[in-house]
């Protein structure tokens, strides 16, 4: 059976993501791996697409690429919302904070005269643009990164000379499928800014954070501005800020870039990161825990195998033995490795296949959402549905319903012609 078969309402597991390339890393990276839960949530009027939910976010996808994922039908446990208190009992790590010791940090600050570059990251609708202008103001400049037709923009951060926020594209992952994705990853890898600014939408955190731990991997200064909290907690959600700083080894700032709520904390810890160069404290997100730590022992494997090339080339450790696993070409060709180490690398992933189960882009992916998940098992309080979301869906019933979406398609056409 296939996610297309499945009826409206009804859920199931995924056994199987088939297809290849670009577009199965892409669903990889949206959550749809083996043993993970989807539920069905409507289909449009003609039938196609179909909308599913999956770890905890909506997504809508074409029954062609549906009819790919193999699932087999279960009892819906997706939590519906429950009500749950996240104490607040961890105390404020301080990470990126004036006067706070920082393991990671370099002790002595860059001078005032140097230009601090900070790249801002984050999904496509995450409020990106909304920050950028927050941010900048009036301050900015417009152009084209060199070689492709993805726009640029750039500009000074609103009262403090001396720096430099690159606006770069909307992007769910840091693979090297879409131009845009590729743009980012090497504005990120070979401009090396001072710091990355992560935005993330806190409504739609699992998808999100997936992007955020690419980045911790990356190994640079990055805060995390966690964007439309006005949202969430007026549904009634909540985020233990404190504890997700902790979990992942970074500065956390609750922001509402509308709202201009947060922006001059985000600033503050944004500047001192990347002027002491406050690299995250986590990128080891794998565990010997989960599902008999195949992944981990292969991760460990491939980052001792290279450790000598990432050096040599300059790329970070922890993200070239991801990359590499995942099958990444690109980071392959760069790292330069010789004809016995591929082998070995090759051997390595194989036999964690076979431990693992899943194959390699998969295993990395699940491996990734399983961190998410504990991240926001321990962290996040989910807001019940909001007041907009509920009208919508009230709306797109009828507007998209079976037997009233094309008398109504017709009549709005009608009115407009007339
Ligand atoms: P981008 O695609 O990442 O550039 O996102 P945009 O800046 O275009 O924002 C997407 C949508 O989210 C817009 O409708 C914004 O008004 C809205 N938005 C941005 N920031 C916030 C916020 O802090 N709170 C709320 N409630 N909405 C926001
Ligand atoms: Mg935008």
Do not use: W
Request: a negative charge.
């Amino acid at each position: 059976m296939t996610l297309k078969d499945l009826e409206i309402g009804k859920s199931g597991i995924i056994t199987e993501v088939a297809g290849e390339g670009a577009l199965r890393q892409h669903f990889l990276d949206m959550g749809v791996i083996p043993g993970a839960e989807v539920s069905v949530i409507k289909f449009a009027p003609l039938g196609d697409p179909m909308e599913i939910r999956i770890h905890g976010y909506e997504l809508t996808m074409r029954l062609a690429d549906a009819g790919k994922i193999g699932i087999t039908p279960s009892e819906s446990k997706q939590k519906q919302n429950k009500p749950r208190s996240v104490e607040n009992t961890t105390p404020h790590p301080g990470l990126g904070e004036e006067g706070k010791f920082h393991p990671k940090g370099s002790g002595d600050p860059l001078p005032d005269t140097e230009i601090l570059s900070f790249a801002l990251v984050g999904n496509q609708n995450s409020g990106k643009t909304t920050l950028f202008n927050q941010l900048t103001g009036a301050n900015q400049h417009v152009g084209n990164f060199p070689g492709v037709t993805v726009d640029k923009k750039d500009g000074e951060i609103r009262g403090y000379k001396n720096t430099l926020v690159t606006d770069l594209p909307g992007i769910y992952s840091m693979s090297p499928y879409t131009a845009e994705e590729l743009v980012s990853r090497n504005f990120v890898l070979d401009e090396k800014p001072h710091g990355v600014i992560n935005i993330v939408d806190a409504t739609n955190i699992e998808r999100n954070l997936y992007l955020t731990m690419q980045l911790l991997e990356m190994d640079i200064p990055v805060v995390v501005a966690l964007n439309m909290m006005d949202e969430l907690t007026g549904n009634g959600g909540s985020i233990d800020v404190n504890r997700m700083e902790h979990m992942l080894g970074t500065p956390v700032v609750p922001i509402s870039a509308a709202k201009n709520e947060g922006i001059d904390e985000l600033i503050k810890h944004a500047i001192h990161i990347a002027r002491y160069r406050e690299k995250p404290l986590e990128q080891d997100f794998c565990s010997q825990d989960d599902n008999g730590g195949a992944v981990h022992r292969c991760l460990h494997a491939v980052a001792h195998l290279v450790e000598d090339h990432a050096k040599e080339h300059g790329l970070p450790l922890r993200f070239a033995a991801s990359k590499l696993i995942e099958g990444d070409d690109q980071v392959l060709k760069r790292l330069g490795l010789d004809k016995n180490e591929t082998e070995t690398l090759e051997h390595i992933v194989l036999q964690m296949e076979k431990e693992r189960g899943l194959d390699r882009s998969a295993a990395i992916a699940d491996m990734r959402f399983c961190f998410i998940s504990k991240v926001c098992e321990e962290c996040v309080n989910k807001p019940h549905e909001s007041r907009e979301h509920i009208r919508s869906r009230r709306i797109d019933k009828v507007l998209t319903g079976r037997f009233t979406a094309i008398p109504l398609f017709i009549a709005i056409m009608g009115m407009v012609f007339s």
